[in-house]
């Protein structure tokens, strides 16, 4: 069993930027295919990005396709998170999660199995 653990959330100002970063202990992150998610108050947790395996692929949601940019070092067992040009839209808990048997990215959260605790990002307009 892994665990996640994000950190890099934060205040911050609009057009500004952030780093979150997904560290994993217990099992090597490399066998996993990695997401992030996001929830603001009062809203569904919803889909931001995922990574596959190796690297080779990532998706993103169509809101921030051109603003946040998902890698993974698996030699350091760490996802990232990259968010340029933040909006007051983007603020929310964000998570990382695993998922352990897929072998395609899935945008459904049902769809992962290993979940961090969360960072909150706060955008000031």
Known sequence: QV???????????????????????GRTL????IAWFRQAPGKEREFVAAITRSAGSAYY????K???????DNAKNT????????????????????DATSAFIRRGGNDYDYWGQG?????SS
């Not at 934060?10 to 997904?22: D, F, I, K």
């Not at 051109?66 to 993974?72: C, E, H, K, L, P």
């Not at 998170?81 to 990382?96: F, G, H, R, S, W």
């Open 66 to 72: 051109d603003r946040f940019t998902i890698s993974r």
């Open 79 to 98: 996802v990232y998170l990259q968010m340029n040009i933040l909006k007051p839209e983007d603020t929310a808990v964000y998570y990382c999660a695993a």
């Open 3 to 25: 665990q996640l653990v994000e950190s890099g959330g934060g205040l911050v100002q609009a057009g500004g930027s952030l780093r979150l970063s997904c560290a994993a202990s």
């Open 61 to 64: 949601k169509d809101s921030v």
């Open 30 to 33: 490399a066998i996993y295919i």
């Open 119 to 123: 960072t909150q990002v706060t955008v």
